[in-house]
Structures are given as structure tokens and as C-alpha cells.
């Protein structure tokens, strides 16, 4: 949407809001208990979703990282000279 559409929809809801008639209704009192069941049902039926789905939900996901990981060469390490104790300085050698 480009912003002239944007600000004559703003200005068309706003005309519109300032010549509303009254509508003589009101809201039960049940109705605030009926909206918080409806939020906390739909959270239960999203958690039971994610349960019964977890399993699959999980291959999918490592399948999609899999298609996107690159593949590391395995580094050799170069192989080291052991060293005796008598050559290496302790830490106190060094801050003297």
C-alpha cells in the first residue's frame, strides 16, 4: 500500500469513528470469563498439538538444518614433540 492509500484510510476510519450512533449494549458479565477461557483453550490445544507432533516436528527441523550444514573436513593435528617438565618455566619464572 502506498502512504496516500494508508492516510486516506486513516482519515476515512477516523470520520467514520467521530459519527457512530450509540449502540445501547453492554457487556455481560460472564463475558471477561468466557474470553479467558477461550485464550487458555487455545493454549491448551496448541501445547496438545506440540505433543502429539513433537517427534515429527524435531525430524523435520534436524532434516532442514541438515540440508544447510556444510560439510567440515576432519583437521589433522600436527603431531608434537613431547616436552620435559625441566624445559618449561613456571608462571612465576614469567612475571619476574
Not at 22 to 38: C, E, R
Request: charged fraction near 20%; hydrophobic fraction near 45%; proline fraction near 4%.
Amino acid at each position: 500500500m502506498k502512504i496516500k492509500d494508508i492516510k486516506f484510510n486513516l482519515l476515512i476510519i477516523s470520520i467514520l469513528m467521530l459519527i457512530t450512533a450509540p449502540a445501547y449494549a453492554y457487556l455481560d458479565s460472564g463475558t471477561g470469563s468466557v474470553i479467558i477461557q477461550m485464550l487458555f483453550a487455545g493454549i491448551a490445544g496448541l501445547l496438545a498439538i506440540l505433543k502429539l507432533y513433537w517427534e515429527k516436528a524435531k525430524a523435520s527441523w534436524r532434516w532442514f538444518c541438515h540440508l544447510f550444514k556444510r560439510k567440515q573436513k576432519p583437521e589433522s593435528k600436527p603431531v608434537s614433540q613431547p616436552t620435559s617438565s625441566l624445559n618449561q618455566k613456571s608462571h612465576h619464572d614469567k612475571t619476574r
